[in-house]
């Protein structure tokens, strides 16, 4: 069936890094566009970074521009969102999603990042 595993959130330092991992299985990947959220205790859901099918449209939230990449590697079916120069107000619980071509909106379960000294 059609799944998203996240893998890679830790407990950071605030100006250290991570590199979150999401891994799809069971659809057309290289097709998708894929998208990275979090979401922290409190609070709504917000979209961090955008990648397009093909890797060549990409867009971040304002908040983590400069600092956040995403990628994607088709031949591993799998996004990645390298997180640099992290702070404290990037502490939450990050989702991959991909919206399919015939209408459901995938989500994974989710990876805690958690940046504190």
């Known amino acids: 069936q059609v799944q998203l595993v996240e893998s890679g959130g830790a407990l950071v330092q605030p100006g250290g890094s991570l590199c979150l991992s999401c891994?799809?299985?069971?659809?057309?990947?290289?097709?998708?566009?894929m998208r990275w959220y979090r979401q922290a205790p409190g609070k709504e859901r917000e979209l961090v970074a955008f990648i397009g099918s093909t890797g060549g449209t990409t867009v971040y939230a304002d908040s983590v521009k400069g600092r956040f990449t995403i990628s994607r590697d088709d031949a591993a079916n799998t996004v990645y969102l390298q997180m640099n120069s992290l702070k404290p107000e990037d502490t939450a619980m990050y989702f991959c999603?991909?919206?399919?071509?015939?209408?459901?909106?995938?989500w994974g379960q989710g990876t805690q990042v958690t940046v504190s000294s």
């Open positions: 999603n991909a919206p399919l071509s015939y209408g459901a909106n995938i």
């Open positions: 891994a799809a299985l069971g659809f057309s990947f290289s097709n998708t566009s």
